[in-house]
């Protein structure tokens, strides 16, 4: 165990004064604290400060820094608390230089034990799903924790506003989803014989981290499970692509950092807050962004790592309780939604955020999701993907839906629906614009999936990938028999927020069907990728043959389009002529405004004839 009661926000309030080797009295630096501490706190403060070195006499009652930074003592393990960025009793990590409170420590590693405002009033909120309705007591055990300044708080897991702001219960993200996904027609299996009555004694179920994991500190414990949470096949160009999308998107939240406050500090006064203040060199966005573009990162706990040391910096450097530190909770809070999404599905996620094309939903990933018709509120049963699925009763389906907008809801079971069920809208009639544009992304979808997933992967080529999107949808036509708008407006697809109703209906008998292509065996994905990958050869043969004769007829238009240009040029040239009336060769002179002559011998030629009519005056 170690102690130390310096507030760590006092080494850059008294920078301000003691900057480029300056000296002040004692009272100025006790009177500098009086905003953050009180005055028992200041005093105790400035002395624990030259206990420790940090401070130094500089005649009588003035005080400086320690103009040499190696002099000042320094400690293997962090000064501050890895969680609360406060001093105290810590506790040093047993594989790293972080330190804890032990009241402090998480009890999982990713779920923080701060509060973080809820994104209520934001314009783009997050999907709703069963993680986030999920209440989780806080135990007995944890210590009470004083609660932010903030007017709504949640988890930085969560991704759902608050209905109402004064509920005390932290919304947390339940365990209970799973990050594979599960099949509606697949029904568990029918039991055989009646359970024994002889009850067994069952082991406790031990979670990783209630053992002795609790030991380490919060990054350490992330790292050990940081090959287990990466998504496979995930190399570190394909992770610093979906990273860069992220990182860009939510940075904004910083608008200032420890590296940006100290840009006015000579570089021995730098130099000396981070031998005092830092265990770990990321202390700025610019760090961060280096790392992604370095391609540093192989897992995505180490970029999750790398957030928690900067916040955990900021904390330190400009107090628990600043602005600058809440912003970094939201960062976390939306960063580690991203780092969810990427771990279920590194494809939608990229897809999501690249939309080459109108019809980017419909590109299939590697890894392959049912499709279903899910009932939500008062829509029809609409096509959508599966997404994950929740253990507990009522097991629900985190779903996205086809259609203008892809929103994500969270169906129960009752209200799915096969995606091989007949005649499902055949008693309906007429459908509307917007599930027929929903049933038309399904169908090129559909198509899309008998070819190879690399053909729209990350190492993918863009024409190909266009050109098969284009060659589904010429085979999924825009139906034309669709029903007139209502007077009522309504979403285009199934919303977050729709009024619920209680209509249901009864699934049809569950049909036998095929088996996903990820569930084959080795041998028939090997077979089915040489016969998609010489179907694609031949698509791209008549794909050249059909440009290069889209380039011959090009070039043939171009030439009778100059000749066409000329003769027209020649006809109106022709036009602002004059020419003889006797001869029809080029006029060199006028009779009158009737007629022209080249010469005076057509002209007496033509006399009798033309003076019949001529207007000339006589």
């Given at each position: 165990?170690?102690?130390?009661?310096?507030?760590?926000?006092?080494?850059?309030?008294?920078?301000?004064?003691?900057?480029?080797?300056?000296?002040?009295?004692?009272?100025?630096?006790?009177?500098?604290?009086?905003?953050?501490?009180?005055?028992?706190?200041?005093?105790?403060?400035?002395?624990?400060?030259?206990?420790?070195?940090?401070?130094?006499?500089?005649?009588?009652?003035?005080?400086?820094?320690?103009?040499?930074?190696?002099?000042?003592?320094?400690?293997?393990?962090?000064?501050?608390?890895?969680?609360?960025?406060?001093?105290?009793?810590?506790?040093?990590?047993?594989?790293?230089?972080?330190?804890?409170?032990?009241?402090?420590?998480?009890?999982?590693?990713?779920?923080?034990?701060?509060?973080?405002?809820?994104?209520?009033?934001?314009?783009?909120?997050?999907?709703?799903?069963?993680?986030?309705?999920?209440?989780?007591?806080?135990s007995q055990e944890e210590p009470a924790r004083a609660p932010l300044s903030t007017e709504h708080q949640l988890?930085?897991?969560?991704?759902?506003?608050?209905?109402?702001?004064?509920?005390?219960?932290?919304?947390?993200?339940?365990?209970?989803?799973?990050?594979?996904?599960?099949?509606?027609?697949?029904?568990?299996?029918?039991?055989?014989?009646?359970?024994?009555?002889?009850?067994?004694?069952?082991?406790?179920?031990?979670?990783?981290?209630?053992?002795?994991?609790?030991?380490?500190?919060?990054?350490?414990?992330?790292?050990?499970?940081?090959?287990?949470?990466?998504?496979?096949?995930?190399?570190?160009?394909?992770?610093?692509?979906?990273?860069?999308?992220?990182?860009?998107?939510?940075?904004?939240?910083?608008?200032?950092?420890?590296?940006?406050?100290?840009?006015?500090?000579?570089?021995?006064?730098?130099?000396?807050?981070?031998?005092?203040?830092?265990?770990?060199?990321?202390?700025?966005?610019?760090?961060?962004?280096?790392?992604?573009?370095?391609?540093?990162?192989?897992?995505?706990?180490?970029?999750?790592?790398?957030?928690?040391?900067?916040?955990?910096?900021?904390?330190?450097?400009?107090?628990?309780?600043?602005q600058a530190y809440n912003a970094t909770q939201w960062l976390m809070r939306d960063v580690t939604h991203d780092?969810?999404?990427?771990?279920?599905?590194?494809?939608?996620?990229?897809?999501?955020?690249?939309?080459?094309?109108?019809?980017?939903?419909?590109?299939?990933?590697?890894?392959?999701?049912?499709?279903?018709?899910?009932?939500?509120?008062?829509?029809?049963?609409?096509?959508?993907?599966?997404?994950?699925?929740?253990?507990?009763?009522?097991?629900?389906?985190?779903?996205?839906?086809?259609?203008?907008?892809?929103?994500?809801?969270?169906?129960?079971?009752?209200?799915?629906?096969?995606?091989?069920?007949?005649?499902?809208?055949?008693?309906?009639?007429?459908?509307?614009?917007?599930?027929?544009?929903?049933?038309?992304?399904?169908?090129?979808?559909?198509?899309?999936?008998?070819?190879?997933?690399?053909?729209?992967?990350?190492?993918?080529?863009?024409?190909?990938?266009?050109?098969?999107?284009?060659?589904?949808?010429?085979?999924?036509?825009?139906?034309?028999?669709?029903?007139?708008?209502?007077?009522?407006?309504?979403?285009?697809?199934?919303?977050?927020?729709?009024?619920?109703?209680?209509?249901?209906?009864?699934?049809?008998?569950?049909?036998?069907?095929?088996?996903?292509?990820?569930?084959?065996?080795?041998?028939?994905?090997?077979?089915?990728?040489?016969?998609?990958?010489?179907?694609?050869?031949?698509?791209?043969?008549?794909?050249?043959?059909?440009?290069?004769?889209?380039?011959?007829?090009?070039?043939?238009?171009?030439?009778?389009?100059?000749?066409?240009?000329?003769?027209?040029?020649?006809?109106?040239?022709?036009?602002?002529k004059r020419w003889c009336q006797h001869c029809l060769q080029e006029a060199a002179f006028d009779c009158c405004?009737?007629?022209?002559?080249?010469?005076?011998?057509?002209?007496?030629?033509?006399?009798?004839?033309?003076?019949?009519?001529?207007?000339?005056?006589?």
């Amino acid at each position: 165990m170690t102690k130390q009661l310096l507030p760590p926000v006092c080494i850059r309030i008294w920078m301000q004064h003691l900057m480029n080797g300056a000296s002040v009295p004692k009272q100025t630096l006790e009177r500098s604290l009086l905003g953050s501490v009180n005055s028992d706190k200041a005093s105790q403060a400035v002395e624990d400060a030259i206990d420790m070195g940090i401070l130094v006499a500089q005649g009588k009652s003035m005080l400086s820094f320690c103009h040499k930074r190696k002099s000042i003592p320094t400690s293997s393990a962090d000064r501050y608390c890895y969680e609360c960025n406060l001093p105290g009793s810590l506790k040093s990590c047993k594989s790293c230089s972080r330190s804890f409170h032990e009241c402090c420590q998480r009890k999982h590693p990713e779920r923080p034990t701060y509060d973080v405002p809820s994104d209520k009033g934001q314009p783009h909120r997050f999907p709703l799903n069963e993680s986030d309705s999920d209440v989780e007591t806080k135990s007995q055990e944890e210590p009470a924790r004083a609660p932010l300044s903030t007017e709504h708080q949640l988890d930085h897991n969560s991704n759902i506003n608050l209905n109402s702001v004064l509920e005390t219960s932290v919304k947390r993200e339940s365990p209970d989803w799973y990050d594979d996904v599960s099949f509606v027609s697949e029904q568990p299996a029918a039991r055989q014989r009646r359970k024994s009555t002889v009850k067994t004694e069952q082991p406790p179920f031990l979670e990783p981290d209630t053992s002795s994991n609790r030991e380490n500190c919060t990054a350490c414990r992330l790292m050990t499970l940081a090959r287990i949470h990466h998504p496979p096949q995930l190399n570190k160009r394909e992770l610093s692509c979906l990273l860069q999308y992220s990182w860009s998107k939510h940075q904004s939240w910083l608008s200032t950092d420890v590296d940006k406050d100290m840009k006015s500090l000579s570089s021995r006064d730098r130099a000396l807050v981070k031998r005092v203040l830092f265990k770990t060199n990321t202390l700025g966005q610019a760090d961060i962004q280096k790392n992604i573009e370095t391609k540093k990162y192989t897992y995505l706990t180490e970029f999750l790592v790398d957030l928690l040391d900067l916040q955990h910096n900021i904390g330190v450097f400009f107090g628990h309780t600043e602005q600058a530190y809440n912003a970094t909770q939201w960062l976390m809070r939306d960063v580690t939604h991203d780092i969810r999404e990427i771990r279920r599905c590194p494809d939608c996620f990229r897809n999501s955020n690249e939309m080459e094309c109108s019809m980017w939903f419909a590109k299939p990933c590697l890894q392959r999701h049912e499709l279903v018709f899910a009932k939500h509120g008062g829509y029809p049963p609409w096509p959508a993907k599966v997404i994950s699925v929740s253990s507990k009763n009522p097991i629900k389906y985190d779903v996205r839906f086809f259609g203008k907008h892809h929103l994500r809801a969270s169906v129960l079971e009752k209200d799915i629906i096969t995606i091989e069920t007949d005649g499902l809208f055949k008693h309906k009639g007429k459908i509307s614009k917007a599930l027929a544009a929903a049933m038309r992304e399904l169908e090129c979808h559909k198509m899309l999936l008998n070819y190879s997933p690399d053909l729209f992967g990350f190492h993918a080529d863009p024409a190909v990938t266009k050109q098969l999107i284009d060659n589904a949808l010429s085979h999924c036509p825009e139906p034309t028999n669709t029903a007139t708008p209502a007077k009522r407006g309504r979403p285009v697809t199934p919303g977050i927020n729709s009024k619920k109703r209680r209509t249901t209906i009864t699934p049809a008998p569950v049909p036998t069907r095929q088996v996903p292509l990820r569930r084959c065996s080795l041998a028939a994905r090997i077979a089915g990728g040489k016969e998609n990958e010489s179907m694609t050869m031949a698509e791209n043969n008549d794909l050249k043959q059909l440009r290069s004769d889209l380039t011959d007829c090009y070039e043939n238009l171009l030439k009778k389009t100059e000749e066409l240009d000329a003769l027209k040029k020649e006809l109106d040239d022709a036009k602002r002529k004059r020419w003889c009336q006797h001869c029809l060769q080029e006029a060199a002179f006028d009779c009158c405004f009737t007629a022209s002559y080249c010469s005076v011998e057509c002209l007496g030629q033509h006399k009798k004839r033309h003076r019949r009519v001529c207007k000339a005056k006589r």
